[in-house]
C-alpha cells in the first residue's frame, strides 16, 4: 500500500529539477510525464510499461488521447471533483486538443509539475489550471 503522503515528499523531492523533454531523473532532468514516471518508480519500483519516444508536439499531430489512455493502463481513473493530493491530473491546454500535461496535486490547490523552460516546481492550482483539467487518476493501492 503507498499512502498519500509518500506520493507527495517524492513529489516534491523533484522541485528544482530542471526541464528536459523526455527525461525521468531526479536532480538531472524530467518533463511533465517524467516526474510522474519517476515518482511512479519510486513507490512501485519499476515503470509498466516501456516509454516509446515522442516529439514535444505529440498532441497536436495525432489528436489522440495517448496520455489519457497510457495513464488509464496503470493508475486508476477518478472523478475530477474527486481527486485529492496525492492524484495525478491531466490537463486539455488547447480547447478540442488531447490531454498533454501531466501533474501531481501536492494540496488541494497545488500541483506539483514540469513544463518546458520551468524546473519542476509547486505552483498554484490557478482557475485558469483548474479550467483545462481534463482528467483525474489515482496512484493504485493508496491509503490516507
Same mark, same amino acid.
Given at each position: 500500500?503507498?499512502?498519500?503522503?509518500?506520493?507527495?515528499?517524492?513529489?516534491?523531492?523533484?522541485?528544482?529539477?530542471?526541464?528536459?523533454?523526455?527525461?525521468?531523473?531526479?536532480?538531472?532532468?524530467?518533463?511533465?510525464?517524467?516526474?510522474?514516471?519517476?515518482?511512479?518508480?519510486?513507490?512501485?519500483?519499476?515503470?509498466?510499461?516501456?516509454?516509446?519516444?515522442?516529439?514535444?508536439?505529440?498532441?497536436?499531430?495525432?489528436?489522440?488521447?495517448?496520455? %489519457?489512455?497510457? $495513464? /488509464?493502463?496503470?493508475?486508476? !481513473?477518478?472523478? #475530477?471533483?474527486? =481527486?485529492?493530493? +496525492?492524484?495525478? *491530473?491531466?490537463?486539455?491546454?488547447?480547447?478540442?486538443?488531447? %490531454?498533454?500535461? $501531466? /501533474?501531481?496535486?501536492?494540496? !488541494?490547490?497545488? #500541483?506539483?509539475? =514540469?513544463?518546458? +523552460?520551468?524546473? *519542476?516546481?509547486?505552483?498554484?492550482?490557478?482557475?485558469?489550471?483548474?479550467?483545462?483539467? /481534463?482528467?483525474?487518476?489515482?496512484?493504485?493501492?493508496?491509503?490516507?
Amino acid at each position: 500500500m503507498v499512502a498519500r503522503a509518500e506520493i507527495i515528499a517524492e513529489a516534491r523531492a523533484w522541485r528544482g529539477t530542471p526541464y528536459r523533454h523526455q527525461a525521468s531523473v531526479k536532480g538531472i532532468g524530467a518533463d511533465c510525464l517524467g516526474l510522474v514516471r519517476g515518482v511512479y518508480r519510486a513507490l512501485y519500483g519499476e515503470e509498466p510499461e516501456p516509454m516509446p519516444a515522442y516529439t514535444e508536439d505529440w498532441a497536436e499531430i495525432t489528436g489522440a488521447e495517448t496520455l %489519457a489512455d497510457a $495513464a /488509464a493502463r496503470h493508475l486508476v !481513473p477518478i472523478a #475530477i471533483d474527486e =481527486a485529492q493530493p +496525492g492524484d495525478v *491530473v491531466l490537463f486539455r491546454i488547447v480547447r478540442g486538443g488531447p %490531454a498533454k500535461h $501531466a /501533474a501531481i496535486l501536492s494540496e !488541494p490547490a497545488r #500541483i506539483v509539475h =514540469a513544463y518546458s +523552460g520551468h524546473a *519542476v516546481a509547486e505552483s498554484p492550482l490557478t482557475p485558469w489550471w483548474r479550467r483545462k483539467i /481534463a482528467y483525474a487518476f489515482s496512484f493504485p493501492a493508496l491509503t490516507g
